[in-house]
């Protein structure tokens, strides 16, 4: 009697012990679970009912006290023959009657429960019960009905062996009488059931699925909130990968666009600007030779004053003298000559509206020779659809391109 007022850990009062006392593991059922397994036994076609053991166990000097007031049959686990097959369904079932049935409960071994005069040998379950219930302290139950044997085996640091004795204890165990009513197996021991009481178990037990299903839903529906979140945040990153990568092609399309003479005046004008600020001084180189004033005349007075051909011959001696080297006067004379025709040429081509051929340089876009030739991008699509080209971006040194 010692154990009942050990203060740690803290023992049922009302206890009635079965057999020795065991010195290895203490283990203490509670009398409706005991009821229960000792009535429990196959019906119909059934060949054995199978569940689990729930309780706690709590550690005192060393020794294990396991405390047993839950036993949860498992459904589909049996098959002919005294087989036990344990399918990933049966334990979503049985995991899912705990939290509704048993909440706070761990699994603390299995029961078998067969027919009166069976033979149960926990060697043809020794296999399953290491695989599914292993480690120390993990009973397996077997009974035989109400006037058949009993036994209880436990697994330990030196192997599998069987409990000399156990005890049992009272108390109010309202979960258990739950469980008893709701499966029909064994009348409640209560002496005052009546309809009423068993309508409100049903109504509480109702309740509670109603409970457990809304935490399931809001549980799922936080799941797939931040789910989208983590979808929107990507794509949204992905988004603006993307636009920084065309923001760097366009920055390098314009600066290849920019002529060097263009990117020298804003040079020259950022200078003056500077020079403004800053109180420099501009200085203005003087040319050489005598240069007067003139009547200042504009590109289209010209344009309508002189003719074509005279353009022409003038562009000719010009374009001759800078590139033939000096030579007989017959030579300068064809070569200014050859010149001449092909600035006509040139020129009423210009003036008919023909486009003329331009050779591309190494280095020279699209974009580039728009506003060399034109001062702006505004005939790039005209060229594009002139030279058949589906990408503004790709030309090549060497490629002759037509000029509208």
Not at 30 to 44: F, H, I, Q, S, W
């Amino acid at each position: 009697m010692g154990e009942l007022y050990n203060p740690f850990p803290k023992l049922p009062k009302n206890i009635r012990q079965i057999g020795d006392r065991d010195q290895i593991v203490k283990l203490y059922m509670e009398d409706y679970v005991n009821t229960y397994l000792k009535r429990l036994y196959p019906a119909g076609g059934q060949d054995l009912r199978v569940g689990l053991l729930l309780g706690g166990m709590e550690f005192n000097d060393g020794t294990p006290y396991i405390f047993i007031d839950g036993a949860l049959e498992m459904e589909d686990v049996t098959e002919a023959g005294g087989r036990v097959v344990f399918s990933e369904l049966s334990w979503k079932r049985a995991y899912r009657n705990m939290e509704q049935l048993f909440p706070k409960r761990t699994i603390q071994g299995w029961f078998l429960c067969g027919r009166p005069g069976d033979d149960l040998s926990p060697i043809n379950y020794w296999k399953q019960h290491i695989q599914y219930f292993g480690g120390p302290n993990r009973l397996m139950y077997l009974s035989n009905g109400a006037e058949g044997d009993e036994t209880i085996y436990i697994t330990s640091e030196d192997g599998f062996y069987k409990l000399k004795g156990y005890s049992i204890y009272y108390e109010r165990n309202q979960m258990m009488q739950d469980y008893m009513v709701l499966r029909k197996d064994v009348k409640r021991i209560e002496t005052d059931t009546n309809d009423k009481v068993i309508e409100e178990f049903r109504k509480r037990m109702d309740e509670h699925k109603v409970e457990v299903t809304d935490r399931h839903q809001t549980v799922g529906l936080l799941r797939g909130m931040c789910m989208a979140m983590s979808v929107v945040i990507l794509a949204g990153g992905i988004v603006m990968f993307n636009n920084y990568e065309r923001m760097r092609d366009m920055e390098s399309v314009i600066a290849s666009a920019i002529p060097a003479k263009a990117e020298q005046i804003l040079i020259g004008k950022k200078n003056t600007e500077k020079g403004v600020k800053g109180e420099s001084k501009v200085v203005v180189e003087e040319a050489e030779g005598g240069v007067y004033p003139t009547t200042a005349v504009s590109k289209e007075t010209m344009s309508e004053t002189m003719p074509v051909q005279s353009q022409a011959e003038s562009m000719a001696e010009r374009k001759a003298a800078e590139t033939l080297p000096q030579g007989t006067q017959a030579e300068t004379q064809a070569a200014t000559q050859a010149a001449t025709q092909a600035a006509v040429q040139e020129t009423e081509a210009a003036a008919n509206g023909s486009p003329r051929v331009h050779l591309v340089q190494e280095g020279e876009t699209l974009y580039s020779i728009c506003i060399a030739e034109y001062h702006s991008v505004n005939k790039l699509k005209e060229v594009c659809e002139l030279n058949g080209l589906d990408d503004e971006n790709k030309i090549v040194a060497g490629q002759k391109i037509l000029l509208p």
